[in-house]
């Protein structure tokens, strides 16, 4: 399919910036200190791996708009996006190529987060199924997160300000709990805003638990953002 033409060509465009290496270097060492030094690891006495699963939602809030701020901005800045209009490529193919290849880069850095679990292994008995089913729902949420932030890209040509959109708008996916507990806040409109927050229906995959509503949630938001954005570049195209 020709969405993978434009995936490998973003991954290789990726493979030559230093953002995608700092990225997969920096942040799981520094993750993986958090959780050890920070956090309460060691006083819990438990070989477990769910408060490391439970920074994913604010990691990805910085890390997802990363990964995709140049995908749009930059093919808008410097016109590169005129060209690719005049190639044999749908809106689909350049919106699911642009995708796979941020996933493709979220994916690499959850890989060179093995060393978290293995390190816990050594110290104690981890039980690797949670963990799997865990690393399973990171995907979902990375995915749903990276969907978002391609949403921010394609509406500026500028990287820093795709980026603070993409901070602003998975922020905001974070706090709606926090809203849904606001004293003014009507009970029914609470209880949706609960049902939207990333990090309620990532909660219970902390623990390995994969309920098909949440799968399909993050699914749903994913394939949301993505329509958005080819709704968005559908205008930018004719205008």
């Known amino acids: ?34 959780f050890f030094v920070l956090g309460s690891f060691f006083d819990q006495g438990i070989a477990s791996m769910r408060g490391w699963f439970a920074l994913m939602p604010f990691l990805l809030v910085v890390i997802a708009p990363a990964l995709t701020m140049r995908m749009w901005a930059e093919e808008i800045r410097s016109g590169t996006f005129e060209l690719l209009r005049t190639m044999p490529f749908t809106v689909f193919d350049l919106v699911v ?37 865990a690393y399973f729902g990171t995907l979902l949420l990375g995915a749903a997160s990276v969907a978002c932030g391609l949403f921010c890209s394609a509406f500026t040509r500028n990287q820093v300000v795709a980026w603070l959109l993409g901070v602003a708008l998975l922020t905001i996916c974070n706090l709606f709990a926090s809203a849904a507990m606001a004293e003014a806040m009507p009970p029914s409109l ?6 939207l927050d990333f990090g309620v229906r990532f909660a219970g995959m902390t623990r390995g638990v994969l309920p098909l509503e949440d799968i399909l949630f993050f699914l749903s938001v994913s394939a949301f953002f993505l329509s958005w954005n080819g709704m968005l570049l559908q205008r930018r195209r004719w205008s």
């Open 97 to 133: 190529g642009k995708f796979l290849a941020a996933f493709g880069l979220l994916a690499i850095a959850l890989c060179f987060s093995a060393a978290t679990p293995i390190s816990i292994s050594l110290l104690g008995d981890l039980d690797w199924g949670p963990v799997f089913a």
């Open 1 to 34: 399919m020709r969405c993978f033409v434009i995936a490998a060509r973003e991954l290789k465009v990726a493979f030559d910036s230093p953002i995608a290496w700092v990225i997969w270097g920096v942040v799981p060492a520094a993750t993986a200190a958090f």
């Open 190 to 195: 609470g209880r949706i805003f609960l049902h």
